[in-house]
């Protein structure tokens, strides 16, 4: 139909943590969203997947961005900007990015996460 249902799952080392809205009929959807969420420190990885919510079959994956401990720790203020989308299945093929801010936030003994899942492309 030339347009998507999208949302994002937020996983945290392959723990769902976090669903956004889903954004109806677009290619270009707005979320605006912020989260926090307490971070373990013995964490490795967060990953975000842009799903198409389908009503009449499974929810397809469109992509994924994954943000490692290494790179958050290249980035001790935080990040932000467009990531690109990579593939989930081999078979399917990923054309689009995710803006997202990230920013870590606390002492080393309490770390938070801030993850503003901001638009899509």
Known sequence: TGSSDPYCIVK????????????WKTLSPFWGEEYEVQLQPSFHSISIYVMDEDALSRDDVIGKVC???????????????WLS?????????????IHLRVE??????????????????
Do not use: N
């Open 104 to 121: 870590v936030l606390g002492s080393p003994g309490s770390r938070r996460l801030r993850c503003s899942v901001l638009e899509a492309r």
């Open 12 to 23: 945290i080392d392959d723990e769902a943590i976090i669903r956004t809205a889903t954004v």
């Open 85 to 97: 989308l990579s593939e989930v299945d081999p078979d399917e093929e990923v054309q689009g990015e």
């Open 67 to 81: 943000i490692t401990r290494d790179m958050l720790a290249e980035h001790p203020k935080g990040y932000s900007g």
